[in-house]
């Protein structure tokens, strides 16, 4: 009785501000994009059914977003930041979400932004994990999607096989799992590849025209799965003066760390070519270092004692950048310098001005020279530090974003497939040599 009477007193109290905002903006000229005026407070939600239910955004929130955006001078963080609040509150038929949409753009801030309309009952869809809920680490049923407060949450997940007969999306993780039972005509089936092309299987031949979409961290896949998603806090403010000097006190110059000496991109030779010219100490198998993979004081010698990383990836090949970047790299205080995808492919997803590439030198001996230049001048190595704290690195809710793509794909009646999807994964995707000396170039 008294909650009740509480809620609506809050009711109230939530609308003499809006009131107010409706008012000075009846009377002020109308700004280009005006939000529609915040709706009177909804109903009870209705009981939830299994097979049809209410997107989960409150109008409550959906006026408080109308609230806050009208009051408030500095942009909210969205939902997916640290401490972010903004969540979507109004669908927009023409996101950029899939491929088409925005050619070379991962649209990953587009996917988890992407909402349904409020006023819809929407249906629930079934997603089969062909490969099992354990390979996910998730639960099944809708857990997942309400865990994790996704925009778009009306999504179950499933291990059962005798769903394949009517999941709306199938997902397959590196192989096609056949099920004993007929395909339904607007079933998606999605490919997923976790490792690059040197490293996954080949699918068999009657496998090949049979995806609609793939997830791998390549940027043009219909659901991009980075390693790691660099975001900006406000994409204006892309650099601020470090706080601190990060050339202080570092006496040793390049460090990497390495297992796999044998990888077909030639790196240790770089490498190696490279410690002609500049001390390189290599930690691990390859070397004459050694630190122990768990001990943390080995990364820790990141920030304290070296100037440089080699965050080399073991393969070159297309939008191909993993942890070793991101974490080893950028997650430490030190310059990474990079070896793995295209000069072009680091740049569209890393923070600005944060590592040096090895192909903008003609080779080890002139890089070499650059480093030691960069040695001696703490105001030049300090300025590839200028990213830091400008944004964030955030979780990008893979199954929040497949949910949402699935319903997009129904309302857009959206029909696409690869016909040759290992074409697509394999071809001109990696090189053994420096991207400069194969003529392939993206097409
Ligand atoms: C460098 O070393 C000095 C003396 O040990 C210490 O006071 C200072 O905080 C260190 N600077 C950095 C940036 O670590
Ligand atoms: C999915 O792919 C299959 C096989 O290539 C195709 O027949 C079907 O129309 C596609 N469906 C959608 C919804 O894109």
Same mark, same amino acid.
């Given at each position: 009785m008294w909650a009740r009477a509480a809620r609506v007193l809050r009711r109230v109290a939530l609308l003499v501000p809006l009131l107010l905002t409706a008012l000075a903006l009846l009377l002020l000229p109308r700004p280009p994009q005006y939000s529609p005026p915040a709706r009177l407070p909804s109903p009870p939600p209705q009981p939830r059914e299994e097979a049809h239910i209410q997107n989960s955004i409150t109008e409550d929130e959906?006026?408080?977003? /109308?609230?806050?955006?009208?009051?408030?001078?500095?942009?909210?963080?969205?939902?997916?930041?640290?401490?972010?609040?903004?969540?979507?509150?109004?669908?927009?038929?023409?996101?950029?979400?899939?491929?088409?949409?925005?050619p070379g753009d991962d649209r990953i801030v587009e996917q988890l932004t992407y909402t349904l309309p409020k006023d819809e009952e929407v249906p629930v869809k079934k997603i089969l994990l062909a490969n099992g809920l354990g390979t996910w680490g998730v639960a099944g049923g809708r857990t997942?999607?309400?865990?994790?407060?996704?925009?778009?949450?009306?999504?179950?997940?499933?291990?059962?096989?005798?769903?394949?007969?009517?999941?709306?999306?199938?997902?397959?993780?590196?192989?096609?799992?056949?099920?004993?039972?007929?395909?339904?005509?607007?079933?998606?089936?999605?490919?997923?590849?976790?490792?690059?092309?040197?490293?996954?299987? /080949?699918?068999?031949?009657? /496998?090949? *025209?049979?995806?609609?979409?793939?997830?791998t961290y390549r940027r043009d896949s219909d659901i991009v799965a980075p390693y790691e998603k660099w975001v900006y806090h406000d994409t204006l403010f892309t650099e601020k003066e470090p706080e601190r000097n990060y050339a202080a006190n570092k006496t040793k110059k390049v460090a990497w760390f390495v297992s796999n000496c044998h990888a077909r991109n030639r790196r240790l030779q770089y490498a190696r070519q490279l410690s002609k010219f500049i001390s390189v100490d290599i930690y691990g198998a390859c070397g004459s270092h050694h630190c122990p993979r768990a001990d943390p004081n080995c990364l820790e010698m990141l920030d304290k004692e070296y100037k440089f990383y080699l965050a080399f990836e073991n393969s070159n090949c297309r939008d191909y950048v993993t942890e070793k970047f991101f974490v080893?790299?950028?997650?430490? *205080?030190?310059?990474?310098?990079?070896?793995?995808?295209?000069?072009?492919?680091?740049?569209?997803?890393?923070?600005?001005?944060?590592?040096?590439h090895v192909e903008e030198f003609a080779g080890p001996e002139e890089l070499a020279a650059y480093l030691r230049r960069l040695d001696e001048d703490d105001t030049l190595y300090n300025s590839y530090f200028k990213w830091k704290g400008t944004g964030e690195f955030i979780n990008t809710y893979f199954f929040c974003r497949v949910c949402a793509m699935v319903h997009a794909n129904a309302r857009r009646q959206r029909n696409a497939h690869y016909t040759d999807v290992q074409g697509w994964w394999r071809d001109a995707a990696c090189t053994r040599t420096d991207w400069r000396a194969s003529s392939r170039d993206p097409p």
């Open positions: 959906i006026q408080l977003n /109308s609230i806050n955006q009208d009051i408030e001078e500095e942009p909210r963080l969205p939902w997916f930041m640290s401490g972010g609040e903004q969540r979507p509150w109004h669908h927009d038929p023409h996101a950029r979400l899939f491929p088409e949409d925005a997942e999607f309400i865990r994790n407060k996704c925009p778009v949450d009306a999504c179950t997940l499933t291990a059962d096989a005798r769903e394949a007969a009517n999941a709306d999306a199938i997902l397959y993780k590196d192989h096609h799992i056949p099920f004993n039972v007929k395909r339904p005509p607007n079933q998606i089936w999605i490919l997923y590849y976790l490792e690059c092309p040197y490293h996954t299987a /080949s699918l068999r031949p009657t /496998s090949l *025209d049979v995806f609609n979409w793939t997830a080893n790299g950028l997650q430490h *205080d030190v310059l990474p310098i990079v070896m793995g995808a295209r000069p072009s492919e680091y740049a569209a997803a890393a923070p600005h001005n944060s590592y040096i």
